[in-house]
Nanobody, 125 residues
């Protein structure tokens, strides 16, 4: 069965950095666009960053542009989210997701085929 497992979350001070990883198994990883989403308490799940199947195209939410970088390693079935200059408003549960279609930052959560369980990121002020 398909599994997406996130890791790398934690508690960090404002201005700090974290790198999230998502390990995929049970699917042809290179056939899926991958996205990172986040959901804060009381808020809707929002798309943060998306990367195309081959990694040639990336998309970011305006709120993270210039601070976050999404990348992938198709040989290792991994997708990463490097988060720099973190702010308290980045605090949320972060999820990775796989979409067998073409995904951009505007692709809604409902379009994604598989989801991980999430990893908590907390940024203290």
């Amino acid at each position: 069965q398909v599994q997406l497992v996130e890791s790398g979350g934690g508690l960090v001070q404002a201005g700090g950095s974290l790198r999230l990883s998502c390990a995929a198994s049970g699917l042809t990883f290179s056939s899926y666009a991958m996205g990172w989403f986040r959901q804060a308490p009381g808020k809707e799940r929002e798309s943060v960053a998306v990367i195309s199947r081959g990694g040639g195209s990336t998309y970011y939410a305006d709120s993270v542009k210039g601070r976050f970088t999404i990348s992938r390693d198709n040989a290792k079935n991994l997708v990463y989210l490097q988060m720099n200059s973190l702010k308290p408003e980045d605090t949320a549960v972060y999820y990775c997701a796989a979409d067998r279609g073409i995904a951009t930052i505007k692709t809604p959560p409902s379009s994604y085929d598989y989801w991980g369980q999430g990893t908590q990121v907390t940024v203290s002020s």
